[in-house]
């Protein structure tokens, strides 16, 4: 069984979970600083090392009628580039209202405007992951 890597790609910064090995529960595991000079590309590959991850699941943002984007076709285009430098499967899933989903679950958690930055993309990386564990699940 091998753990599965969740990734909320963004324009600045790309929220990172990870399941457990029985692929039942995500959690949010870092954001990574996206500085335009493909670091987060070594980033995700000594995370997949670490973690021993066996497929990549990235959100991709369609729009409320279903369709696919401006932004959806950027993350298809990381998708695809991920597939090729990790030789992994990578998977595309329907992200729509995560990053909502997840200020919302924040703002009842009463964290602080600025403390609720820097967890929103882990916490919507989370969230996709999970999703798709769940949609994905044998039990």
Known sequence: ????????????RIGVATSDIFGWTAQALETIERRGNGNEFERIRQLVKEYEIGEVIVGLPKNMNGTVGPRGEICIEFADKLREQLELP????????????????????DVSRKKRKGLVDKMAAALILQNFLDANSKR
Do not use: F, N, P
């Open 90 to 109: 990578v998977h595309l899933w329907d992200e729509r209202l995560t990053t909502v989903s997840a200020e919302r679950v924040l703002i009842e958690g």
């Open 1 to 12: 069984m091998m753990k599965k890597l969740g990734l909320d790609y963004g324009d600045r």
